[in-house]
Every structure is written in C-alpha cells, then in structure tokens.
C-alpha cells in the first residue's frame, strides 16, 4: 500500500491566504525531504527535514517523527506558488531511496 | 538554478524502438538517480548510483539499464520501449546518501 499520504488532493486559494499541506507515513522514517513542481516543470527541494521544523522565507516545514507526520505551511500565498507540493519520505530499512507522496495541487487565484 | 542536466525534453517514438536519455549533474556529487513519473505524477525510484556503483534497483524490467561513466553522469537506456514507458523520466543526484536531491527539468517519452 501506499507509505505516504499526502493531503489535501489539491487546494484553491486566494492570493495572500495561508496554506497548510499534510504528510503522513506509515513506516519508520530516516528523512523527509519536500519539493516542489512548476506545471511541467522540474522539482525543486524545498526543505530535507528529517524532524523539527525549519523555515525557508514563507515556507515552513514540521517533521514529527511520533506522530509519523510532516506538514507545509505556506503564509501569505503568491500566485507564483501554485504548481503541485511532494513529500518524500526516505525509509529508515531502505536508504537512499525516496517515497513520494501523490502531492497537492496547489492553485493561487489573484 | 539547474545544475542536473537532462538531454532530450521529449521523444516520440514506437514501439520496440530503443531510446537512450542523458543526464549530467555539475555539483560534483557522488550519488545519481533516475525516477519514472507516471500519467498520475507519482514518482517512483528505478536506479541509484553512488560513485558509478548500482546500489538500488527497484524492480524495474530488464529491458531498462543505467549506463555510468563517471560520477557526473548516469544515462538510460531502454532496449525495446513498450506503451507502459510513456512518462517522464527524472535524473536526480544527492552529495552522498541520505542527503537532499536536485533534479534535472526531466525527459518526457511517448510511445505510440
């Protein structure tokens, strides 16, 4: 099944709300890394965030490790945020490798 | 900024045609992936390559092979396409293991 549950599907928003995306996996984790990708465009890593929480300009990223969840806060949203969010979960039994999520579909409306 | 270069963007092609996609990475790393994303964008791992040695293949048909020359680059090969490889194929490297990935802008096949 499915390590990696990523919620929601996709989101509308209107431009300067805020957006929080969800990340949840079943299995012992070693890392969790965050992407982002333009509309048929490449990924991009937002944050590798193994647990805690970080902070990238209006992006901020929580691991939690216990609750086997990460999560995306986007704040004050830009039209130029929208495209499709990945989580990507490395497993602690199998490095190296990525699981990811089927992403959100994030849509900023002006 | 892109530094994992990945040649062709596109190919159209038929089926039982081989295909060779290209992928360089400049960042001097020593760890090289390739990942299928399929019609419904979920990404899966195909290979991984840490200093030109295979150390993942996830259960990928033998028609496919990774080609390295060096540790900038990791190539693919695919022998006999078939209609289930349309997808976008993405190169990714990492500094080392457990480390975060940069990926390349991706290589869209379709195989009609």
């Known amino acids: 099944g499915q390590q990696v549950q990523q919620s929601p599907a996709s989101l509308v928003l209107q431009e300067g709300e805020n957006a929080e995306l969800q990340c949840n996996f079943s299995t012992s984790l070693n890392s969790m890394q965050w992407f982002y990708q333009r509309p048929g465009g490449s990924l991009v890593s937002l944050f590798y965030n193994p647990s805690g929480t970080k902070h990238s300009g209006r992006l901020t990223s929580t691991t939690v490790i216990k609750e086997r969840r990460s999560s995306l806060h986007i704040s004050s949203s830009q039209t130029t945020d929208s495209g499709t969010y990945l989580c990507a979960l490395e497993r602690r039994s199998n490095y190296n490798v990525l699981y990811f999520g089927s992403g959100t579909k994030l849509t900023v409306e002006p | 900024e892109t530094a994992v270069f990945q040649t062709p963007n596109y190919h159209v092609t038929q089926v039982g045609n081989e295909v060779s996609f290209n992928c360089k990475q400049t960042?001097?790393?020593?760890?090289m992936y390739w990942y299928k994303q399929d019609s419904k964008k979920l990404l899966k791992i195909m290979f991984s390559y840490n200093n030109k040695q295979l150390i993942v293949n996830e259960t990928v048909p033998r028609r496919f092979s990774p080609q390295s020359s060096d540790k900038a680059h990791l190539n693919l090969r695919i022998k006999s396409v078939e209609p289930e490889d349309s997808a976008v194929y993405l190169c990714?490297?990492?500094?080392?293991?457990?480390?975060?990935?940069?990926f390349g802008h991706g290589t869209k096949l379709s195989v009609l």
């Open positions: 990714a490297s990492s500094r080392g293991l457990n480390e975060r990935l940069f």
């Open positions: 960042l001097g790393h020593d760890t």
